[in-house]
């Protein structure tokens, strides 16, 4: 399984202010994704991160809020943008492995005063 | 479409209880199915996965049997310790290489 890492860990931010998640992965992979988990709340994804291309958003989610990039294969960058209390959560990336498998980063905890 | 149904925490546990955590989906085609276990502070990690019907998942302690013809996946630990403790979560993987989780049950295991 892939190595993910994530920085920040955590983080507590002022609101109208942007944070810049980074995940890197020690092998190259073709699919990664960024998903938040809300207090108590299961995962929601929030886009793949596509090399080389503009990310894909899932409904609810947009690129000036939350803009990604992806410059090679084993590294992406998450951005929120403008934050407010309501971003406060566990953002998280994740790999696809083989046999269809996500692996997950650590997560980086965020809170948004 | 796809989707994952989880039964609802929190759970609360004795050491040395059996554990279940019923997990049912609804999907198109094939999936693989997953539990993944979320430990106090931490991200997910894979606990583990079936990829076929009647394959059985096991890892820990832990098993889980992919059953097509009642579209389940129930967890099961036959003794639970305290560090069991966490929130574990049942996925799907659809078309596309796409996630479904369940909406994640905490355990809670008291000496």
């Known amino acids: 399984s892939a190595v993910i890492s994530q920085k920040p860990s955590r983080d507590i931010c002022q609101r109208g202010t942007s944070l810049t998640i980074q995940c890197q992965v020690d092998?190259?992979?073709?699919?990664m994704f960024w998903y938040r988990q809300q207090p108590g709340q299961s995962l929601t994804l929030i886009a793949t991160?596509?090399?080389?291309?503009?990310?894909?958003?899932e409904s609810g989610f947009v690129i000036d809020k939350f803009p990604i990039s992806r410059p090679n294969l084993t590294f992406s960058t998450l951005t929120v943008s403008n934050m407010s209390p309501e971003d406060s959560s566990i953002y998280l990336c994740?790999?696809?492995?083989?046999?269809?498998?996500?692996?997950f980063g650590p997560g980086t905890r965020l809170l948004v005063l | 479409g796809n989707s994952v149904t989880q039964m609802e925490g929190p759970v609360t546990l004795s050491e040395e209880a059996f554990l279940t955590i019923n997990c049912t989906y609804t999907?198109?085609?094939?999936?693989?199915l997953f539990w993944y276990v979320q430990y106090p502070g931490e991200g997910l990690q894979l606990l583990l996965k079936?990829?076929?019907?009647?394959d059985k998942g096991s890892n820990k302690g832990f098993e889980a049997t992919y059953r097509k013809e009642t579209t389940s996946f129930h967890l099961e630990k036959g003794s639970v310790q305290v560090s069991d403790s966490a929130v574990y979560f049942c996925?799907?993987?659809?078309?596309?290489?796409?996630?479904?989780f369940g909406t994640g049950t905490s355990l809670t295991v008291i000496p």
């Open positions: 994740s790999v696809l492995g083989r046999a269809e498998t996500q692996y």
């Open positions: 092998s190259q992979v073709t699919m």
């Open positions: 991160a596509n090399q080389g291309s503009e990310a894909t958003y």
């Open positions: 999907a198109t085609g094939y999936p693989s």
């Open positions: 079936a990829t076929k019907a009647d």
């Open positions: 996925a799907l993987s659809g078309t596309g290489n796409q996630f479904y």
